[in-house]
């Protein structure tokens, strides 16, 4: 029998990225998926990145993952969402060429160092002495490892979904892994079930351009990696297109032949991600939604259509999209569908994203019960990064919310779990002014470098990059300058009298970099890579205080008794969501509130002023 120290099952985001950390670790890998093409798949939508999931692909590039680069090469339209609000908040987002990315997932996994791949079905986990120390492949093959890392996606006991037509299978195209759903049975691990679903791909060449509104990428891109210096691709735009209400009438009047609305479903989906027929049903004073035409690739005839994902029969699917501009003699390539799967409660793991019950076994990905491939990639490094570690002997490491969406992730996940797909927004972090996406290397890379799985490329452009900054940062705190410079060179500030440090300066957003380079000699000879870091730092160094006295309020308001009775559907600025589920769990005191699943900083703040002030 075959030894490795690490077994990956599932090339998908988590697999990849699980495989190739525990390899950066030292550790010989087996990754076994079911296809080559299930490298780098990506099942919905074309894009990587995001609000929050942007956040964590920067983090994953710091830790020297791999998804941040391969996003860069495939990259056909960069986008940097939420531009007008702060840094903290801003998410960078790219739509892909699918084909693209998986070559350039595939060339980069067959050449890993340390990483062995198989393509075969897993159908079971060899155990001894109750820990995980093999697998066993559909034709009988059995390999021995040391930690095994489960990143089967939605395919356990999956079943795709179109209209009353169901069948067993985790993707389109795809199969479902049963054999392995029974051994998980087996183990006693807690199973729910969850489903997500997929829009109808449009042929776009049957799509009328000209009758839309086009959408182009950012004219200065944001990548992803730290270690990538521009696009690869040509860039594209998309179409912007509307539902209307002859679209919502067809739906509406068969809503009772959905897979969801019929009653074929039982799984939860997401609700942040609603198919259109749920749109109709729960937002039914609109009378447009918008869609986003994505291209699928420079040279790709398909469609994204974002928006509308459906589990409509094929002929209602036809009729709807046909009645959107633009749209109307529209060829549908392959149906929208929703696909129901088994997922394992995440409260059974550890902060490794170790299984608790059974030594050697570690899970990531939507297994869990996520969604997305950055959180899914996420999971897998942290799989990865702890299994190499497992197998070497030493104990786990864990990543802590302070320093980082992944950690903000995995904690939500092993102390709430999950009552619907869990998927990252900047509004789960409660340190979030510090974790932005621009200082992901700052945070994280050091960590990764005394781990073991940071590279000696990615070391050594992060200790270029790092001391670039921080000489430019002392400069910037040591130089002062009076009130009778500032106001010669017209730099509007509070007149207090008071000299102030040009990094103070630097936080004043008033002035773009152009204004502020030019105003300030000493930031001349500063790169604009190292201007912008300082100018965000600068930003964020008046609220971090408040951030930090926050933080402690949190922790000493714990044991605040919230009253039985008291009425928070109708408290004022908390969201329709959170109201609802402090009104059906009624949480006695402010720590049983902060455990509820997407409970905020912001909403906690809220129910002591509440319930200190009457507020
Ligand atoms: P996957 O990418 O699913 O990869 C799992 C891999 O495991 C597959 O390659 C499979 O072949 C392999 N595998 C499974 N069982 C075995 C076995 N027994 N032996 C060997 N290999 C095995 N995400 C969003 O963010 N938004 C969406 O709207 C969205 N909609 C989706 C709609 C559909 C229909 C699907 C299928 C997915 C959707 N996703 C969406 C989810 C996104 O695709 C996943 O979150 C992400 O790909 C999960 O990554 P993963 O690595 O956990 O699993």
Not at 6 to 15: D, E, L, R
Not at 157 to 177: E, K, L, P, Q, Y
């Given at each position: 029998?075959?030894h490795?120290?690490?077994?990956?099952?599932?090339?998908?985001h988590?697999?990849?990225?699980?495989?190739?950390?525990?390899?950066?670790?030292g550790?010989?890998v087996i990754l076994?998926?079911m296809?080559?093409?299930?490298?780098?798949?990506l099942?919905?939508?074309?894009?990587?990145?995001?609000?929050g999931?942007?956040?964590?692909v920067?983090?994953?590039?710091?830790?020297?993952g791999?998804?941040s680069?391969?996003?860069?090469?495939?990259?056909?339209?960069f986008?940097?969402?939420?531009?007008?609000?702060?840094?903290a908040?801003?998410?960078p987002r790219?739509?892909?060429?699918?084909?693209r990315?998986?070559?350039?997932?595939?060339?980069?996994?067959?050449t890993?160092r340390?990483?062995?791949?198989v393509f075969?079905?897993?159908?079971?986990l060899?155990?001894?002495n109750?820990?995980v120390?093999?697998?066993?492949?559909?034709e009988?093959q059995?390999i021995?490892?040391?930690?095994?890392?489960?990143?089967?996606?939605?395919?356990?006991?999956a079943?795709?979904?179109?209209g009353?037509?169901?069948?067993?299978?985790?993707r389109?195209?795809?199969?479902?892994?049963t054999?392995l759903?029974?051994?998980?049975h087996r183990?006693?691990?807690?199973?729910?079930?969850?489903?997500?679903?997929?829009?109808p791909?449009?042929d776009?060449a049957?799509?009328d351009?000209?009758?839309?509104e086009?959408?182009?990428?950012?004219?200065d891109?944001s990548?992803?990696s730290?270690?990538?210096?521009g696009?690869e691709?040509p860039?594209i735009?998309c179409?912007?297109?509307?539902?209307n209400?002859?679209?919502?009438?067809i739906?509406?009047?068969?809503?009772?032949?959905?897979?969801m609305?019929?009653?074929?479903?039982a799984g939860r989906g997401?609700?942040y991600?609603?198919?259109?027929e749920?749109?109709i049903?729960?937002?039914?004073?609109?009378?447009s939604?918008?869609?986003?035409l994505?291209?699928?690739?420079?040279?790709?005839?398909?469609?994204?259509p974002?928006?509308?994902s459906?589990s409509?029969p094929e002929?209602?699917q036809?009729e709807?999209v046909r009645?959107i501009?633009?749209?109307?003699?529209?060829r549908?390539?392959q149906?929208?569908?929703a696909v129901?799967?088994?997922y394992v409660?995440p409260t059974?793991?550890?902060?490794?994203l170790?299984?608790?019950?059974?030594?050697?076994?570690?899970?990531?990905?939507?297994?869990?019960?996520?969604?997305?491939?950055e959180?899914?990639?996420?999971?897998?490094l942290v799989?990865g990064?702890?299994?190499?570690?497992?197998?070497?002997?030493?104990?786990?490491?864990?990543?802590?919310r302070?320093?980082?969406?992944?950690?903000v992730?995995?904690?939500?996940?092993?102390?709430h779990?999950?009552s619907?797909?869990?998927?990252m927004?900047t509004?789960r972090?409660e340190?979030?002014?510090?974790?932005?996406?621009?200082?992901?290397?700052?945070r994280?890379?050091?960590?990764?470098?005394?781990?073991?799985?940071v590279g000696?490329?990615?070391?050594?452009?992060?200790?270029?990059?790092?001391l670039?900054?921080v000489?430019?940062?002392?400069?910037?705190?040591?130089?002062l300058?009076?009130?009778?410079?500032?106001?010669?060179?017209?730099?509007q500030v509070?007149k207090?009298?008071?000299a102030?440090s040009v990094?103070?300066?630097l936080?004043?957003q008033?002035?773009?970099d152009?204004?502020?380079?030019?105003?300030?000699?000493?930031l001349?000879?500063?790169?604009?890579?190292?201007?912008?870091?300082?100018?965000n730092d600068a930003?964020?160094?008046?609220?971090?205080?408040?951030?930090d006295?926050?933080?402690?309020a949190?922790?000493q308001h714990?044991?605040?008794?919230?009253?039985?009775?008291?009425d928070?559907?109708?408290l004022?600025?908390?969201?329709?969501?959170?109201?609802?589920?402090?009104?059906?769990?009624?949480?006695?005191?402010?720590?049983?509130a902060a455990?509820?699943?997407?409970m905020?900083?912001?909403?906690?703040?809220?129910?002591?002023?509440?319930?200190?002030f009457g507020?």
């Amino acid at each position: 029998m075959k030894h490795y120290d690490v077994a990956v099952i599932g090339g998908g985001h988590a697999g990849v990225e699980a495989a190739a950390a525990a390899a950066r670790m030292g550790s010989s890998v087996i990754l076994v998926t079911m296809r080559q093409s299930d490298i780098g798949a990506l099942s919905c939508n074309p894009a990587i990145g995001g609000l929050g999931k942007g956040h964590l692909v920067r983090e994953i590039d710091a830790l020297d993952g791999v998804m941040s680069r391969l996003a860069d090469r495939a990259g056909i339209q960069f986008r940097l969402l939420n531009r007008r609000k702060g840094p903290a908040v801003r998410g960078p987002r790219a739509q892909m060429d699918r084909r693209r990315y998986r070559e350039a997932s595939w060339d980069a996994m067959r050449t890993y160092r340390g990483v062995d791949i198989v393509f075969g079905t897993v159908t079971d986990l060899l155990q001894v002495n109750g820990r995980v120390q093999g697998i066993r492949l559909d034709e009988g093959q059995e390999i021995n490892c040391a930690a095994t890392i489960l990143t089967t996606g939605t395919f356990l006991n999956a079943t795709i979904h179109i209209g009353d037509v169901s069948r067993s299978a985790g993707r389109w195209g795809d199969g479902a892994s049963t054999g392995l759903a029974d051994a998980l049975h087996r183990l006693s691990l807690p199973l729910g079930r969850l489903k997500t679903g997929t829009p109808p791909r449009l042929d776009g060449a049957t799509i009328d351009w000209a009758a839309l509104e086009m959408q182009p990428g950012d004219a200065d891109p944001s990548l992803f990696s730290y270690l990538s210096t521009g696009p690869e691709m040509p860039q594209i735009s998309c179409g912007i297109t509307h539902t209307n209400e002859v679209t919502h009438q067809i739906i509406r009047d068969n809503l009772a032949r959905s897979a969801m609305y019929g009653g074929h479903i039982a799984g939860r989906g997401p609700r942040y991600c609603p198919s259109i027929e749920d749109k109709i049903v729960r937002f039914a004073d609109k009378t447009s939604h918008q869609i986003f035409l994505e291209p699928e690739g420079v040279d790709e005839t398909s469609v994204y259509p974002n928006g509308i994902s459906t589990s409509l029969p094929e002929d209602v699917q036809d009729e709807y999209v046909r009645s959107i501009r633009g749209l109307e003699q529209v060829r549908i390539l392959q149906p929208g569908y929703a696909v129901e799967y088994d997922y394992v409660d995440p409260t059974c793991l550890d902060n490794s994203l170790a299984v608790r019950s059974v030594p050697g076994l570690f899970l990531a990905g939507q297994i869990n019960g996520t969604t997305g491939y950055e959180e899914a990639a996420a999971q897998g490094l942290v799989a990865g990064i702890n299994a190499a570690i497992g197998a070497a002997g030493k104990a786990p490491t864990f990543f802590s919310r302070s320093e980082s969406y992944i950690g903000v992730m995995i904690d939500d996940l092993v102390t709430h779990g999950v009552s619907e797909p869990y998927r990252m927004f900047t509004s789960r972090a409660e340190f979030r002014l510090t974790l932005r996406a621009d200082n992901a290397d700052q945070r994280l890379t050091p960590f990764g470098i005394t781990l073991g799985c940071v590279g000696d490329a990615r070391r050594d452009a992060f200790e270029k990059r790092q001391l670039a900054y921080v000489e430019a940062r002392a400069k910037a705190e040591m130089t002062l300058m009076t009130p009778s410079e500032l106001n010669r060179l017209g730099i509007q500030v509070r007149k207090d009298g008071k000299a102030r440090s040009v990094f103070a300066l630097l936080g004043l957003q008033e002035m773009d970099d152009i204004e502020v380079q030019s105003k300030i000699p000493l930031l001349t000879s500063i790169s604009d890579d190292t201007l912008a870091q300082l100018r965000n730092d600068a930003l964020y160094d008046q609220y971090t205080d408040r951030q930090d006295r926050d933080v402690a309020a949190l922790k000493q308001h714990e044991n605040l008794l919230l009253p039985q009775d008291m009425d928070f559907l109708s408290l004022g600025g908390l969201s329709g969501e959170l109201s609802r589920k402090l009104d059906e769990r009624r949480p006695k005191n402010l720590a049983e509130a902060a455990k509820i699943e997407g409970m905020t900083p912001a909403a906690l703040t809220l129910l002591i002023a509440s319930v200190r002030f009457g507020q």
